[in-house]
C-alpha cells in the first residue's frame, strides 16, 4: 500500500484537490426531477457556487465566514431539513418576510406578484401528459431577481393557497418554478441558512436523458437568470 500511494501521490493530490474545490469552491449538480420546470430540465447539470453565501473548511459543513446573504428569486441548492436530501429550489421568501398564496398568486409583505401568459403546453406527471401554463411573474422590488418564469398545472391536485406565513430569522421559504408539481417549503418546511450550499448559476450542460440523450447544446452555458 505504502508502494502504491507513493507511486500514485501526484493522483492522489489530485483527488484531495479535486474534493476541496467541489465541497468549498464551486459544484456540478444534475437536475433529477421536473421541480423547476420550466427553468431547469432534468439532464441539465447546473455551476453552483459554494461561496456565495458561505466559506466552509474543505470537505466538511464548518463555515469559517458567511461571504453573502441570498436574495429573493436566487436558485440554490441546500439539504432538505426532512431527510437531508439535496434539492435545489427557489428562494421566495426571506427572514422577517411575511409570505402566503392565494389560489396560485404569491404575496411577499402584502404584495402580490403580477402575472403574464407566456405559453400553453404539455408537460407530464407519471408519464401521463398533463395541460401545463407557463407564465411570467414580476415583482415591484429592486431586491429581487427577476422576472422569472414559472409553471403551473390547472388540472394538478397541488397545494395552491397556504399561510400567511412570517419566516424566522436565519430561514426561507423555497418554492419550485413548477408550483403543481415541486415537494418544496409546503412539503419539508422553511430552510435554515447552514443547511444551504450554494448559488446556482448556469447549466454548464444538458442532454435528453428522458429520451435519445441527444445534447441540448442551446442549454450549454445558459445563465439561470433573466435580465431585468
Do not use: C
Not at 426532512?82 to 404575496?107: C, F, H, Q, S
Amino acid at each position: 500500500m505504502k508502494n502504491w500511494a507513493r507511486n500514485n501521490k501526484g493522483f492522489l493530490a489530485f483527488l484531495v484537490l479535486f474534493g476541496v474545490f467541489r465541497t468549498a469552491v464551486a459544484d456540478w449538480n444534475p437536475i433529477p426531477s421536473a421541480s423547476m420546470h420550466p427553468n431547469l430540465l432534468e439532464g441539465d447539470v447546473v455551476l453552483v457556487n459554494r461561496l456565495a453565501f458561505d466559506l466552509k473548511v474543505p470537505l466538511t459543513n464548518v463555515v469559517l465566514a458567511h461571504l453573502g446573504e441570498p436574495q429573493r428569486g436566487d436558485i440554490v441548492t441546500f439539504r432538505s431539513p426532512r431527510d437531508n436530501t439535496l434539492l435545489i429550489k427557489r428562494v421566495v421568501a426571506l427572514p422577517g418576510d411575511v409570505v402566503e398564496m392565494r389560489n396560485e398568486r404569491l404575496y411577499i409583505n402584502g404584495q402580490g406578484a403580477d402575472y403574464r401568459v407566456v405559453e400553453h403546453s404539455l408537460d407530464s406527471i407519471g408519464g401521463t401528459a398533463t395541460r401545463a401554463l407557463q407564465l411570467a411573474e414580476t415583482w415591484d422590488d429592486k431586491a429581487a431577481r427577476g422576472p422569472r418564469h414559472i409553471q403551473i398545472m390547472p388540472d394538478v391536485m397541488a397545494p395552491r393557497t397556504f399561510g400567511p406565513v412570517t419566516v424566522p430569522q436565519g430561514e426561507y421559504l423555497m418554492l419550485g418554478d413548477n408550483r403543481d408539481n415541486s415537494a418544496d417549503s409546503r412539503v419539508i418546511g422553511l430552510v435554515p441558512r447552514k443547511l444551504l450550499v450554494g448559488r446556482a448559476e448556469r447549466v454548464l450542460v444538458s442532454a435528453d436523458y428522458q429520451g435519445n440523450w441527444m445534447p441540448r447544446t442551446e442549454r450549454f452555458g445558459m445563465s439561470l437568470y433573466r435580465p431585468d
